[in-house]
C-alpha cells in the first residue's frame, strides 16, 4: 500500500480507533510497571547513526524515531527536570492557588501534566502518576458550564483552554474516564462556537479575531479530542486550514495574523509562530503540499547551531521549539535526524547553566520553560498519541 492509500486508511478509520491502539500500549506498560517511567521507545533493535541514515531506512518515513535521540546525558537531564517539576507542584498554597496547579495557570499546568505523560505515566499509575492526577484534578476544578477552561490568574484564556483540551484529550483516549469525557466535550464545542469568520480564534473566547498562535492551540486540542472519539465538526477544521494558509508568506514563514497584522512582532516570517503555522496544517490533517514543503524549509533554518535570519528572541525559545521539534517529527528523514540531536544538545547546555542542574528557565517562568523542556525531549518516546501516528506512512 501507498503512502497516500495509507493515509486515507488511517484517516478514515472509526473515531479514537488509532488513538486506543497507542493509548493501550501505554496502560499495559504503566500497570505492568507501576512506579517506574517507560523506557523511551525504539524505531529497531539496532538502529542506524543519524549520520548513515539512507533513503528507504525507518527515519526516512514521517513519524518514525530512529532510537538513538535520547542518550543516557538525555535522560539523566529529563528524570532531574521531572523530579523538579513534581517539586514544584503547588498543593493549594496561598489564597487563589487550587490543588495540583502551576502558578494557578491552566495552560502551565496542563503542559506539566503532558510531560508527566510524556515520560510514560498516567492519573495514578507510573512514577509521576499523583502528579498527573493532580493536574488533572486541577483542570476539571478550572472547568466552567460555558465549556472554558480557564483559572483565576489566567490571561488571554483561549491560551489555556487549548493546552487544556489537549490535556483532556490525551487523558481521556487513555483512561475512558466519563467525566472527562463531559468536560472535554463542551470544551471542542466552545472552541468550534468560538471560532471567527476568518476561521481562526484569538485570546478571548468570542468570534471576533484570530492569530496564528491561538489557533494553533485549538487546532492541536481539537485533534486530540477527535483522536479520542469525540465529533469534530469537519467544517470547523476545514475553515481553520483556509486560515493558516491565507497567513503564510511567500518565503514559507507564516504571519501573526492574516493581512500581516497584529503584534508578536509584526506580519513578516518569524521562526516562532511559523513552526506553529506548519504543526496547525499536520495537526488539522494536511501532510502534503506546497504549503507543508515551503513551511519545513523556513522553520527547518533554525536549528540552534545554525540559526538564520538573526533569530536571538528568547522570549519564545521554548515556544518555537515546542511547535518546531513536532513538525520535524511528522516530517521525519533527514528533517528529524538533524534537527533533534542539535535542540536536544541545546536543552542539554541550558539546563547546565541554571541554578541546581536540574530545570530550565526563560519564557513565562520556570515551570513553563521546565515542562516545555521536557516535551521537546521526550519527543522520541511517542508516548502521547497526539504526536504519533499522523501522516503518510504512519
Known amino acids: 500500500m501507498d503512502d497516500k492509500s495509507q493515509m486515507k486508511r488511517q ?11 497507542s493509548a493501550a500500549l501505554i496502560l499495559a506498560a504503566a500497570l505492568a510497571v507501576p512506579n517506574i517511567a517507560l523506557l523511551p521507545a525504539r524505531a529497531a533493535d539496532n538502529p542506524p547513526a543519524a549520520n548513515t541514515i539512507r533513503h528507504g531506512t525507518l527515519a526516512d518515513r ?6 538513538n ?14 523530579a523538579w517539576l513534581a517539586h514544584r507542584q503547588v498543593m493549594g498554597n496561598g489564597p487563589n492557588a487550587r490543588f495540583g496547579g502551576y502558578a494557578n495557570n491552566t495552560a502551565i499546568t496542563a503542559l506539566a501534566g503532558l510531560a508527566f505523560m510524556e515520560a510514560g505515566n498516567l492519573p495514578g499509575r507510573g512514577k ?16 466552567q458550564e460555558s465549556g472554558l477552561i480557564s483559572a483565576d490568574a489566567s490571561q488571554g484564556p483561549m491560551y489555556g483552554h487549548g493546552f487544556a483540551t489537549l490535556f483532556l484529550g490525551e487523558i481521556y483516549g487513555m483512561t475512558q474516564d466519563e467525566a472527562v469525557k463531559e468536560k472535554l466535550t463542551r470544551a471542542v464545542r466552545l472552541i468550534e462556537k468560538v471560532q471567527n469568520p476568518e476561521g481562526g480564534w484569538r485570546y478571548q473566547p468570542v468570534p471576533y479575531d484570530a492569530d496564528i498562535s491561538v489557533t494553533i492551540c485549538q487546532v492541536m486540542g481539537l485533534r486530540a479530542a477527535r483522536d479520542a472519539g469525540i465529533k469534530v465538526d469537519k467544517g470547523v477544521i476545514d475553515r481553520a486550514i483556509a486560515y493558516v494558509k491565507r497567513c503564510q508568506n511567500p518565503d514559507g514563514g507564516f504571519s501573526y495574523m492574516e493581512g500581516g497584522g497584529g503584534g508578536f512582532g509584526g506580519g513578516g516570517s518569524q521562526f516562532p509562530r511559523s513552526a506553529a503555522g506548519v504543526a496547525a496544517l499536520y495537526y488539522a490533517g494536511v501532510f502534503e503540499g506546497n504549503e507543508i514543503e515551503n513551511g519545513l524549509r523556513y522553520v527547518r533554518q533554525f536549528t540552534p547551531e545554525g540559526r538564520r535570519g538573526g533569530f536571538t528572541n528568547e522570549q519564545h525559545y521554548y515556544y518555537g521549539y515546542y511547535y518546531a521539534t513536532q513538525v520535524m517529527f511528522l516530517a521525519g528523514g533527514d528533517h528529524w535526524a538533524n534537527f533533534f540531536p542539535a535542540i536536544r544538545d541545546d536543552l542539554l547546555a541550558r539546563q547546565k547553566i541554571t541554578a541546581g542542574a536540574d530545570h530550565w528557565e526563560g519564557d513565562v517562568n520556570e515551570d513553563y520553560a521546565t515542562a516545555m523542556a521536557l516535551i521537546i525531549m521526550g519527543m522520541p518516546n511517542r508516548y502521547l498519541p497526539v504526536f504519533a501516528g499522523k501522516g503518510p506512512g504512519s
Open 62 to 67: 514521517p513519524n518514525q524515531v530512529i532510537g
Open 11 to 21: 484517516m478514515s478509520s472509526s473515531p479514537g480507533q488509532r488513538f486506543r491502539r
Open 69 to 82: 535521540e535520547l542518550n543516557a546525558e538525555a535522560q539523566a537531564a529529563m528524570e532531574k527536570g521531572l
Open 128 to 143: 509521576y502518576g499523583r502528579e498527573v492526577q493532580r493536574c488533572l484534578d486541577f483542570t476539571l476544578n478550572t472547568c
